[in-house]
T-cell receptor
């Protein structure tokens, strides 16, 4: 089945220690998104890639970076995680010109 | 600007009774609207979407929603709740396309509890 895959499902890191979250997709979609979802809140868009074009939301902290080496993969790098970065991180994809976004299962990040 | 308001943060029903989750939207043009469901520690799953075709939209797992332009509403319903329906539900409106992608505007979510 075509799908969006996120690894790992749970990630524990230490305060200030860089961490990378991974997303891959078999849908061959042009657009990939990263969302942050804190407890009992709606997802918040951090940034997205349209093909190789990177688009940052205005209020996304510089601590968050992303890489998309090819169509299938996208990475979220948190350079120096703080306690406030503990959250569920959701990856989503969509096809150009289609509004529906398809979400992965998420990675829950815990910062100690 | 596009926005959605979910009128109830928590809804509690008994198994086998109807479900109603309320959503109002604000849009300066004909919107595309979605309902997503999120089970604990899981990603978001698309339940259904409205994109200016039929006003009554049928989704997965017996859910449906009716688009009412006069009331700016897009309420989610199900005739008979099942224990497995317990989850967080998000009403979502799609912002206008810009550069080939669209931004989803999420409501605050409604937590549905289903009791035996």
């Amino acid at each position: 089945d075509a799908m969006v895959i996120q690894n790992p499902r749970y990630q524990v890191t230490q305060f200030g220690k860089p961490v990378t979250l991974s997303c891959s997709q078999t849908l061959n979609h042009n657009v990939m998104y990263w969302y942050q979802q804190k407890s009992s809140q709606a997802p918040k868009l951090l940034f997205h890639y349209y093909d190789k074009d990177f688009n940052n939301e205005a209020d996304t902290p510089d601590n968050f970076q992303s890489r998309r080496p090819n169509t299938s993969f996208c990475f979220l790098d948190i350079r120096s995680p703080g306690l406030g970065d503990a959250a569920m991180y959701l990856c989503a994809t969509s096809s150009r010109g289609v509004e529906t976004q398809y979400f992965g299962p998420g990675t829950r990040l815990l910062v100690l | 600007a596009q926005s959605v308001t979910q009128l109830d943060s928590h809804v509690s029903v008994s198994e086998g009774t109807p479900v109603l989750l309320r959503c109002n939207y604000s849009s300066s043009y004909s919107p595309s609207l979605f309902w997503y469901v999120q089970h604990p520690n899981k990603g978001l799953q698309l339940l259904l979407k409205y994109t200016s075709a039929a006003t009554l939209v049928k989704g997965i797992n017996g859910f449906e929603a009716e688009f009412k332009k006069s009331e700016t509403s897009f309420h989610l319903t199900k005739p008979s709740a099942h224990m497995s329906d317990a989850a967080e539900y998000f009403c979502v409106v799609s912002d206008r396309f810009s550069g080939g992608y669209n931004k989803l505007i999420f409501g605050a979510g409604t937590r549905l509890a289903v009791h035996p």
